[in-house]
């Protein structure tokens, strides 16, 4: 599999000032990570262990607060690596909607409330293509019509759609310029269960037709197993399991993972599942050793003192718990 987005040793903090005194956020910290092309890629994980920050890092969208304090990110782009972070803020901006589209948490931001639908599609269209601007309708439509949305939702304005159209329209308007690679915040999150089908199906139809690759974010784990080829999981700012979906689901390898699995909802429970106990650290002073000591029936000494390498246990799938060797 080719390699479009590599990570290595990413580690990028917040930094934070309050009367004085800094606070330091180890939202990701010491990530490596590679992504090929044409698969869709998940990053699950509890809320707060770093998967947007994640995101925004892939992303070289490092503002303030947040800080990139060591590691290396390079995007393939013709073959050839390129190191995004170092590139200028008109270079990157020319990579956004042609090769890179950001799908944020609550994207309903995107669309401007004042404005039609078309107009938003216009504008994009307008900056970014060289074509004569009648096309541009005809562009939009066939666009819609290929995800299968009805083009009237054109004509309308953002408060006028429902909350899971407005999401699948942003996503059309996000993959209007055929990116290469899409990076999604939890899309799904805050619609109904129907709402949710629809935008998953919608995101499977993109990566289809467009033969792109998919990084998405979101801590429901059913949704992982519905939409993504490969996955990793976070916890306390680091990756602990990373593999091919279904394998991971078959055989989590990890405890935490194990237990994120155990919690999801199955068809005829009549009960809650059981939930993973304690709730997850801080990122400020973050436990020493394996970070999911405090919460893992199966921590030891030594997992309080040290932390256990990540380890290719098969071909493909790693996790980083003493339990596995190492
Ligand atoms: Fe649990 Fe130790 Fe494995 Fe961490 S290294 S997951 S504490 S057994
Ligand atoms: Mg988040």
Known sequence: METLVEGKNLKAYYVLEFWGKKRTIRAVDNVSLKIFSGEIYGIAGESGCGKSTLLKTLLANLEPPLRLFGGELNYWLDSKPVNVVSLKEEERRRLKWRFISYIPQGSMHVLNPVKRIRDTFMEILKSHVRRQKETFLEMAIEHLKALGLPSRVLDMFPHQLSGGMRQRVTIALATLLKPRIILADEPTTALDVVAQRAVIQLIKKIQKELKNTIVLVTHDMGIHAQVT??????????????????????????????????????????????????????????????????????????????????????????????????
């Open 229 to 326: 080829t490969r996955m990793a999981i976070m916890y306390a700012g680091k990756i602990v399991e990373e593999g091919p979906t279904l394998e991971i689901f078959k055989e989590p390898l990890h405890p935490y993972t194990r237990y994120l699995i155990q919690s999801l909802p199955r068809v005829g429970d009549k009960q809650l599942r059981e939930g993973i106990p304690g709730s997850p650290p801080s990122l400020v002073s973050p436990p020493s050793g394996c970070r999911f000591h405090p919460r893992c029936p199966h921590a030891t000494q030594r997992c309080e003192e040290e932390e256990p390498v990540f380890l290719e246990v098969n071909p493909g799938h790693r996790a980083a718990c003493f339990l596995l060797g190492g």
